[in-house]
């Protein structure tokens, strides 16, 4: 499998598990709508439940058998096309109407109807259910009635009007089945006549008069088929090994080649006296070897001849006996010596002439010779194949002749099984359950009625909260950001006064004894008191204008308030609000530093700037560039947080928005963690979960949330503005030096609503 999708689908998990658990803390919240729906749902059950008409239900069940000729061969299976049939039967208007037609107090469901010729389709919609099991041969009808008694009198009025038309529909149908069956039975003797008549024909045109049946493949014609087939497949065979042998005797001659394979070829298709003519020169001559044979036959027929007139122990028989099988090992010593001296190899012209002669006479013979088998068998195949088209027409008729008769025993036998009385019929009716007057009603329920109330109050209770959840995607409270985000709060900073902000840059300097001062203490408090390491932090949030920046210039006020020697640094290259808060732009900074080849820690000192708080030192951002994410990347920032941790006690770091750019994420790989700062009443909750996702998805360690209620309710803006909008869907940007020039003047007087 792929790792990147295995990767998706083991994320997935966690996520969807992360949605429930969030939406079943929303349904928490909320849980007053969800508890008022169930108790509004169960009271509308309650009173549904009293408001609906009451109905009861009876059932009987009907046995359906279907009758045989031969009692013994009856069975219990069930006959789904006759169970189906005679449901369609118990619900047909003329059954329907005749059960009406039996009862003497109709239900109510009729009573209240005028019109006649509607009652049967009340009856099949609202009132009768019938059905049946495949695997058995009974038939249930229910009937369900707001009055008891009602449902017993319609199913045994509908009984009876069923058996009563069944009883009528099968009064004599004995006599026509016994009439059609006699129609058929003659149809079927005059089919059988025909065709054992026509068969006998074809038996004798054909030769079949004595042959058994099954076997039509011992027929002389076809064995004689089989046999040509075979000698001819053999003179082929035979004929091109010929041509073979011939083609390469031929080169073989040409070239003076050895002759001694095309020699034992010959031997082995024409056979040993074929080699016995050959004419070698300088050994036994051929014609010595036949004179040796022709004496061999002439010894024998004078050993014959002595053998009628003495006994096989005579001298004179022993004698000539002997001297046949010397004469055969003579024979037998001159072949060897042949076949020895052709082995060794031949190449002799006269041989190879021979040898051609020879086989084309061999040749010539065989070719003539599958001509003829050809011949034969062209005429033997073509009245092989008359006369199978007659065996398959023989065998076909056979088997019509057989099925005819299976068809004349099978009508003999119901024919026989008829009962031409008025009482015969194909099948019975039996009642095995007699309906019963229901003790009790069975709807509604009040337990099913409360629970489908119940899960309708649930289910519209989840949308309601769902949409509001929807709607509202704020962060209301503490435990909600806990919630949401499992993150702790370590701070609630409240809102400055208007009239104090306009009147200091660092508001905890200026006022520390507020109430709002001392929000920015109990955060450093906070820090300080966090499990793990927090000399050296970075503050970013999910958007722009949520405070920040005088969250992080306070914080680190609060620290220098305490003894400890603390520094700011500006790494917002990109819109620099710390450094023009504090009016230290134009003083060179954390850009210049960053840029550099050597000597970090030199010109760290030499740009650290000294604010009005003693203790709180501050590194500028300095000259902004269009690659600041790239700068920061660069080693020389982990040179710079190096050196600020080893000459103060705490060093705090001014990032960017972490949705906007990744600069946050960059720094956040180098401290010892991030502080996330957000509004919960301006900051929208996918916003803030998917930056503390992102933030946490890279591996980066987040101390806690701080909470910023300082909203401005007159122009709806926090204070203390960046005066330029960051914009989490806008871009992040620089924008033009003039333009940062007037807002570096103006901003003494606005950044002083901050939260």
Request: glycine share 6%.
């Amino acid at each position: 499998m792929d790792p990147y999708t295995t990767d998706s689908i083991e994320s997935s998990e966690p996520q969807g598990l992360h949605a429930l658990m969030r939406f079943l803390r929303v349904v928490r919240r909320h849980q007053t709508i969800l508890i008022g729906m169930l108790v509004a749902s169960m009271l509308l059950g309650v009173v549904y439940y009293k408001r609906k008409p009451k109905e009861y239900e009876s059932s009987a069940k009907l046995m359906i058998r279907k009758l045989a000729a031969d009692p013994e061969k009856e069975n219990n299976r069930s006959d789904s096309g006759l169970l189906s049939s005679y449901r369609q039967l118990l619900l047909s208007d003329r059954v329907l109407t005749d059960a009406i037609s039996e009862m003497s107090d109709l239900p109510p469901e009729l009573s209240g109807e005028t019109e006649r010729s509607i009652w049967p389709q009340i009856l099949r919609a609202r009132l009768l259910k019938v059905s049946f099991e495949e695997d058995e041969n009974v038939i249930q009808v229910t009937c369900r009635s707001r009055d008891p008694e009602s449902t017993v009198r319609v199913i045994r009025a509908l009984v009876t009007a069923s058996q009563a038309f069944m009883s009528e529909f099968q009064k004599n149908d004995a006599s026509d089945t016994a009439e059609q069956l006699e129609t058929q039975l003659a149809s079927v003797k005059k089919q059988m006549a025909e065709r054992n008549e026509e068969l006998l024909r074809e038996r004798k045109s054909s030769g079949d008069i004595v042959m058994n049946e099954g076997a039509r493949d011992s027929h002389p014609l076809i064995q004689r088929v089989t046999q040509l087939n075979d000698e001819l497949t053999t003179v082929r065979s035979k004929r091109l090994e010929l041509s073979s042998m011939l083609s390469s005797v031929t080169r073989q001659v040409q070239e003076n080649g050895d002759l001694t394979l095309a020699l034992r070829k010959l031997e082995s298709i024409a056979g040993e006296k074929k080699l016995s003519e050959l004419p070698v020169a300088g050994v036994a001559k051929p014609e010595r070897i036949q004179k040796l044979q022709d004496e061999l036959q002439l010894q024998r027929a004078e050993l014959e001849s002595l053998r009628k007139h003495f006994g096989s122990q005579h001298v004179e028989i022993v004698r000539r006996e002997a001297l046949v099988k010397s004469q055969e090992e003579r024979i037998r010593y001159e072949q060897q010596d042949l076949r020895r001296q052709i082995g060794v190899g031949v190449r002799d012209p006269q041989i190879g002439q021979w040898l051609l002669t020879t086989i084309r006479s061999e040749l010539t013979t065989v070719l003539q010779y599958e001509g003829a088998l050809q011949q034969e068998y062209n005429v033997a195949e073509q009245a092989a194949q008359t006369l199978s088209d007659k065996l398959a027409f023989i065998q076909m008729a056979e088997r019509e002749v057989d099925t005819l008769r299976e068809v004349h025993s099978a009508l003999l036998k119901r024919l026989s099984s008829i009962d031409a009385g008025p009482s015969g019929g194909l099948f019975k009716v039996a009642v095995l359950t007699e309906p019963l007057v229901p003790d009790g009603h069975i709807y509604p329920i009040l337990v099913k009625i409360l629970a489908a109330f119940g899960a309708l109050a649930i289910f519209c209770a989840l949308a309601i909260i769902y949409v509001i959840d929807l709607l509202d995607d704020r962060l209301r409270s503490p435990e909600e950001v806990r919630e949401e985000l499992g993150l702790s709060v370590l701070g609630v900073i409240r809102r400055l006064p208007e009239d104090q902000v306009s009147q200091a840059k660092i508001y905890v300097h200026q006022f520390p004894q507020t109430p709002q001062a001392e929000c920015f203490r109990t955060l450093k408090t906070s820090l300080t008191l966090s499990a793990g390491e927090t000399k050296c932090i970075a503050i970013t949030s999910s958007e722009a204008s949520e405070g920040k920046t005088t969250t992080t210039v306070n914080l680190a006020a609060s620290y220098a308030q305490t003894g400890l020697r603390t520094l700011l640094i500006d790494a917002d290259m990109r819109r620099p609000g710390l450094s023009r808060l504090l009016e230290v732009r134009g003083h060179g900074g954390l850009s210049e530093v960053l840029r550099a080849d050597s000597g970090i820690q030199e010109m760290c000192e030499e740009r650290v700037v000294q604010t009005e708080v003693p203790l709180l030192h501050v590194l500028p951002c300095g000259p902004r560039i269009l690659n600041a994410g790239m700068l920061l990347s660069m080693p020389s920032l982990s040179e710079v947080l190096d050196w600020a941790v080893s000459r103060y006690d705490q060093v705090i770091v001014d990032c960017p928005p972490t949705l906007p750019v990744s600069d946050a994420a960059i720094v956040g790989r180098l401290v010892d963690g991030l502080l996330f700062l957000m509004n919960p009443d301006k900051t929208h909750r996918r916003s803030v979960v998917r930056a503390v996702d992102q933030l946490k998805a890279m591996g980066l360690k987040v101390l806690g949330i701080v909470a910023n209620t300082s909203l401005n309710e007159e122009d709806g803006k926090y204070g203390y503005q960046y005066g330029y909008g960051y914009g989490y869907s806008s871009d992040y940007s620089y924008g033009h030096d003039d333009e940062l020039d007037h807002e570096d003047k103006s901003s003494a007087s606005e950044m002083g609503r901050a939260a």
